[in-house]
C-alpha cells in the first residue's frame, strides 16, 4: 500500500543517488479537484502492482503556512464567482515561458519542505501536477535532487507551466498533449497512455441493467451522465435542462462535494442528481453516454468504460482547450452550441459516431504499455552532470506575505486543475515525440 505523508519535520538530507536494490518511487501530486490525486491514485497502483514502494504527497502540503489551502480556495472562488476572470488570466498565461515573479516566489517556498519530504532511499520522483513539477525541476538542476524526475500530463492539453526546465521525462498520455508539450522544450516526451482505476471497463452481461437498478435510474431510457469534477463548477443546471429538454436521453447528474447544487437540481425537477459518488465505475456501465465540462479524469475513465463522450458547456481554460484537443483526437466531440445538443447526443447514443468513439476510448487504454516502463527504463542511470548544489533557502517573511497576498488574486491559475496550452498552436507535424524513451537518451 502507498504511504501517505503529512509534511516531514526536520530537514533529512536530499534525496540522493538510489541504494542498490532500492525500489522506492515518491509521487506528487494536489488536493485542486480530484483529477491530480486521480492520476496518481492510478500511477500508485501500477507501480505498487509492479513491486514499487511509493510515498505520497500532496504538494499543497508541502507550501508553508497553509498558503496552498489558501490558493486552493482563491482558485475555486475565482472558477465559481468570476470564470471569464479565470479565462483572462488563463490567456495571460499559456505562453509564458517561465512562471511570473510571484509564483516564483511561492515555488520557492516548497523547495526545503520538498527535499525534506523525499526519503534518502528514493529511486525517483513523479509529479501529477505543475506547480510540484516546477519545484522538482529547479532541485534538478540545482543538482539538491541526484534522482530521476518524472512529470505525467495528466490531461489532453498542456499548458507552459507544465513544462518545468530540469524534469528528465514528461509522460503525455496521447500525442495530442506530447505534440503540445514538445513545441515548448519539454524534454524526452513519451506516450505512455492514460492511467485509471482498473474498475472501469466496457459493460458486459447484466452489468448494466444491474447498475441502473443500484442507482435507481430506469431500465429502458437512455441515459446521459452529466459531470463537473468533484467541486461541481460550471452551468450545470442550465446543461442539464439543456439536456432534459432535447428529449434524446435522460440527464444524471453527478455533482461531487457540491451538494448544494444537487439539491438545486433536484428542485428544477432533474430527478437523478446525486452528491459524491463512491461507485463511478458502476455508475459509467449505467449511463450511455458522457457529458463533461472540464475534459480530466472522467473523460480518461469514461473512455476505459466503453462511453462515448461529449463536451458541452466548458468551464473557462483548461476546459475549453481540452474540449478542443478531445475533438481533435476523434476522442470526444464538442459541442458549441444549444441547437447542436440534440443532433450530437443522437449521433453518440445510436449512429456510428458513437461507435467510433466508444472504439477509440477503449483502444487509447490498450495500445500504450502506461508509464511505469518509462519510469523504469531510468531508474538506475547515473545522474546527470549538474552544478554545484546552492544551501536551498526558504523565502523570507516579507516575500511570502507578498506571495500569499498577490496570489489569491492573480494566480490562482497556478493550482488550477489542469493547467493547459491551446492545442491549435501546436504544429501540425512533428518527429521527436515517441511512444517510448528516445533512444539516444538511454
Known sequence: MPERHELLPGSPPAAGPQETGSRRIAVISASVGAGHDGAADGLTARLAAQGYRVDRYDFLDLLPARLGKLLRGAYLRL???A????QRLYQATEHASRP???????????EHRTLAAIPQDTTAVVSTYPGASQVLGTLRRRGALEVPAFTFLTDFSVHALWVAPGIDAHLAVHPIPAAQAHVQGAAA???????????FTPVVGGQRSAARARFGLPEHTPLALLVAGSWGVGAVRQAAAEIRATKVATPVVVCGRNQALAEQLRQDGIAHAFGWVDDMPGLMHAC????????????????????????????????????RALEEAGLAAWIR??????????????????TAQREAGIALHRAASGPVPAIAARIGR??????????VRQPGRRRLALAATTAAATLSLGVAAPLTYAYAKAPTHFTTVA????????
Request: aromatic fraction near 4%.
Open 79 to 81: 472558477l465559481t464567482r
Open 382 to 391: 547515473r545522474p546527470r552532470p549538474t552544478a554545484p548544489s546552492p544551501a
Open 337 to 354: 452550441t444549444t441547437e447542436g445538443l440534440r443532433p450530437v447526443l443522437t449521433e453518440l447514443l445510436h449512429g456510428p459516431r458513437g
Open 288 to 323: 450511455d453516454v458522457l457529458v463533461q465540462n472540464a475534459g480530466g479524469l472522467t473523460s480518461l475513465e469514461a473512455f476505459a468504460s466503453g462511453l462515448p463522450v461529449a463536451s458541452y458547456r466548458c468551464i473557462p481554460g483548461h476546459g475549453r482547450t481540452n474540449a
Open 83 to 86: 470564470p471569464e476572470g479565470y
Open 100 to 110: 511570473g515573479a510571484v509564483w516564483r516566489a511561492l515555488l520557492r517556498s516548497a
Open 189 to 199: 516526451v513519451t506516450v505512455v497512455g492514460p492511467v485509471t482505476d482498473a474498475r
Open 435 to 442: 511512444h517510448y524513451l528516445d533512444r539516444d537518451d538511454r
